[in-house]
């Protein structure tokens, strides 16, 4: 399949982000309940809501992204600037967690008075996972569909 910009762009972006969330998580892994991870990875505090309950969701998350998601969007992005039809495969099944997760978050954070209610993190933060998220998973769909940019 051909690179094209586009490619390079999403498979670029997805390495960047998932890079670096994989190796947050990894922290948040190897130190679950230390105050770096807390302050840094999680945010919010577990005196704000049920600390069993914030633990739980951090974990799971940092376990998942750690050995499932990250993972499977890096040997995405690799394998998309490859011209590889399983990098767009793996690509198209990555992207469905940036915006599948977006959604028990946002609950999570509105019900649970989780984090602050502030612009950047609404959009910046959160909204950048789920808009990424439906980005990749239609120029996959459609690159592994057929079209193709000659």
Do not use: H
Not at 6 to 17: A, D, E, F, N
Not at 67 to 77: N, V
Not at 122 to 143: A, D, H, Q, S, T
């Amino acid at each position: 399949m051909e690179v094209t910009v586009l490619t390079w762009i999403i498979s670029v972006v997805g390495l960047l982000i998932m890079g670096f969330l994989s190796a947050v998580q990894l922290v948040a892994v190897i130190n679950p309940r230390g105050q770096w991870t807390i302050k840094n990875v999680y945010g919010g505090a577990p005196d704000n809501t049920d600390p069993n309950a914030y633990f739980a969701f951090n974990q799971g998350y940092a376990w998942a992204d750690t050995f499932f998601w990250g993972p499977i969007q890096i040997l995405g992005s690799i394998g998309m600037l490859l011209g590889q039809r399983w990098g767009f495969l793996l690509g198209l099944i990555a992207s469905v967690p940036f915006w599948y997760t977006a959604i028990p978050i946002f609950i999570w954070d509105r019900d649970m008075g989780y984090r602050q209610n502030t612009f950047v993190y609404w959009v910046f933060v959160w909204g950048m996972f789920p808009v990424f998220g439906v980005v990749e998973m239609v120029y996959c769909f459609v690159r592994l569909y057929g079209w193709s940019p000659e």
